[in-house]
């Protein structure tokens, strides 16, 4: 068997930023402007503010620009809910991002949905995901289009593949599924009820790890020449899939880190401009 393929998250979020910086200017010689991403940071989780720094640092490599938003830890639903009617109505906002997980009180997925449709460039709305599983056009969930837009450039057609998403949480697990559904896999859904979980793994051309436990599909749950996607990260530096004995079997893989993690902020990065591009009717 051959050597497998890495699917170079890291090398394919630079190229994919680098093409992202003349389309930026463009938007901006025609508004102005150049877009922006309002990020929502509710609290002060230290993994959180280190994502929103990330984003907001990714925006400046391309050439736009990001607004942060802190509310204290104390802020209830309708205080939130407030400050995303007033990103909606900002005409100078191309994008929201509203940084998961915020403080229990609040309710999330009301202040997910109240972000504007043609905003949602996180791809975190019902709506959006209604649309989006429909095959209508909506911004996808971040970390899952940045898993779709990998596997075409490697050039992997999940069609008429067994793809087994494994976990289903709505920003990554369901949307991804939905997603390969949608581009004609055979799709299995499991989770923490799923009887017998090796069993279907071994049957999978696609594994996608995605249940947030380290290392928790195992090398012989897969068979040989699949297509391993782990989009886990975990503080061991490892992703869902224990990939130090999986990966040499499989036919491509994403490495951890480097892989699925590059090209989430670089696909929610892409939709704002896009987002940008659409408003202007230049797409």
Not at 37 to 57: C, E, F, H, R
Not at 107 to 113: G, K, T
Not at 179 to 207: E, F, G, Q
């Amino acid at each position: 068997m051959s050597e497998p393929l890495v699917l170079e998250g890291k090398k394919l979020s630079k190229e994919l930023e680098a093409s992202l910086i003349p389309r930026v200017q463009r938007v901006k010689e025609l508004s102005g402007r150049v877009p922006i991403l309002a990020t929502i940071l509710v609290g002060d989780d230290p993994a959180s503010a280190t994502y929103v720094k990330m984003k907001g640092n990714a925006c400046a490599r391309v050439g736009m620009e990001s607004l942060k938003v802190e509310m204290p830890k104390e802020t209830t639903t309708d205080q939130l809910l407030a400050k995303i009617d007033e990103l909606n109505a900002d005409p100078a906002v191309e994008g929201i991002l509203l940084q998961h997980p915020v403080p229990s009180q609040i309710d999330e997925r009301a202040c997910f949905d109240r972000i504007a449709l043609d905003k949602d460039v996180d791809g975190v709305t019902s709506l959006g995901f209604g649309k989006m599983a429909m095959g209508e056009f909506a911004f996808g969930s971040a970390t899952p289009a940045g898993i779709m837009r990998m596997i075409d450039h490697y050039g992997i057609d999940p069609k008429g593949m067994h793809a087994v998403v494994v976990g289903r949480s709505p920003i990554l697990g369901k949307p991804l599924a939905m997603m390969l559904l949608n581009r004609h896999a055979t799709v299995t859904i499991c989770h923490s009820r799923t009887v017998d979980l090796p069993s279907i793994t071994r049957t999978a051309d696609i594994v996608v790890g995605a249940v947030g436990i380290p290392r928790f599909i195992k090398a012989d749950w897969i068979k040989e020449g699949a297509i391993i996607i782990d989009a886990g990260f975990h503080p061991e530096k490892c992703g869902d899939v224990d990939l130090d004995n999986a990966a040499p079997k499989s036919k491509a893989y994403t490495p951890v880190p480097g892989g699925v993690g590059p090209m989430t902020i670089a696909t929610l990065i892409a939709q704002t401009v896009e987002a940008a591009e659409r408003r202007l009717r230049i797409l």
